[in-house]
């Protein structure tokens, strides 16, 4: 069973920046076998894609909205994902969640079979 545990959120001026982090952990498989994204979801507002890294982190994804300002990337050794977060604005705040799965990095939510409970992200104006 694959559980992910998403840190790192918080308060933070617009403008400012964040990383959150990913820890996986799964009995029989290494992170390096999963594909991996991050979305989000605002009050009110469906859950949303932000970023997606495959299997060994040579191929990244990004939504228009993030791109240019977000990085995504893994350390397969640390079983960990992160999402470096910069030049923040008040419409990024969610919260925050990474999500798993084992054959493509995805933008779609439907396409990831594990999630983690979620981080908080707020950005003050």
């Known amino acids: 069973q694959v559980q992910l545990v998403e840190s790192g959120g918080g308060l933070v001026q617009a403008g400012g920046s964040l990383r959150l982090s990913c820890a996986f952990s799964?009995?029989?498989?290494?992170?390096?076998?999963?594909?991996m994204g991050w979305f989000r979801q605002a009050p009110g507002k469906e859950r949303e894609f932000v970023a997606a890294?495959?299997?060994?982190?040579?191929?990244?994804k990004f939504s228009d909205a993030v791109k240019g300002r977000f990085a995504v990337f893994r350390d397969n050794d640390k079983n960990t994902v992160y999402l470096q977060m910069n030049s923040l604005k008040p419409e990024d705040a969610a919260v925050y969640y990474c999500a798993a799965d084992s054959l493509r990095h995805g933008t779609s939510q439907y396409e990831y079979t594990y999630w983690g409970r979620g981080t908080q992200v707020t950005v003050s104006s």
């Open positions: 799964e009995s029989d498989r290494s992170l390096s076998t999963y594909a």
């Open positions: 890294i495959s299997w060994k982190g040579s191929s990244t």
